[in-house]
T-cell receptor
């Protein structure tokens, strides 16, 4: 049982389209991280959000942390084939990091 | 230091056999985590160490699983009497504890050890 549910589970879009991935939980987290994982590799950190309502931008990626620090979203503008991968949100507990169920994104050229 | 190293990368074993995975974290990192990941899913927490102390274990970590970090450097994860349900990718990650009691910072992952139990 994982504390964070991500939606959608799978997403296949054309290059140039926009998309949003959601990460929801009933638990409050002190911070939330987003990772991307490519086949055969471990997850790699994209961003950490700490403050409720915080918005962070990383080039074409926009991350938002919910006001109540229970949910987050990742929006990608003008998706590119290089964005293909498994996107994971992870909520920070007192000493640990709990990962979401994952969203597998495929961007078709 | 080139990052977190795990070996073996792949292990195929028969049901009932014991297997051991090794993780060498980034040298200056004092926290080490083990996760299990099945295909297309997010990693599930198994256990973590701060230096040599194992501070938390998941309920997923049955009595067939044991992890050690004897000198606060490398860690091993042993699975005894493997079952087909143990087939998964076992990921190790390390991080640097900046402030005692603080939330974990960035986790640096290894490439994982893939276990297949026949």
């Amino acid at each position: 049982t994982q504390l964070l549910e991500q939606s959608p589970q799978f997403l296949s879009i054309q290059e140039g389209e926009n998309l949003t991935v959601y990460c929801n939980s009933s638990s409050v987290f002190s911070s939330l991280q987003w990772y991307r994982q490519e086949p055969g590799e471990g997850p790699v950190l994209l961003v950490t959000v700490v403050t409720g309502g915080e918005v962070k931008k990383l080039k074409r990626l926009t991350f938002q942390f919910g006001d109540a620090r229970k949910d987050s979203s990742l929006h990608i503008t003008a998706a590119q084939p290089g964005d293909t991968g498994l996107y994971l949100c992870a909520g920070a507990g007192a000493n640990n990091l709990f990962f979401g169920t994952g969203t597998r994104l495929t961007v078709i050229p | 230091d080139t990052g977190v190293s795990q070996n073996p990368r792949h292990k195929i074993t028969k049901r009932g056999q014991n297997v051991t995975f090794r993780c060498d974290p980034i040298s200056e990192h004092n926290r080490l985590y083990w996760y299990r990941q099945t295909l297309g899913q997010g990693p599930e927490f198994l256990t973590y160490f701060q230096n040599e102390a194992q501070l938390e274990k998941s309920r997923l970590l049955s009595d067939r699983f044991s992890a050690e970090r004897p000198k606060g450097s490398f860690s091993t994860l042993e699975i005894q009497r493997t079952e087909q349900g143990d087939s998964a990718m076992y990921l190790c990650a390390s991080s640097s504890l900046l402030v005692q009691g603080s939330s974990p910072g960035e986790l640096f992952f290894g490439e994982g050890s893939r276990l297949t139990v026949l």
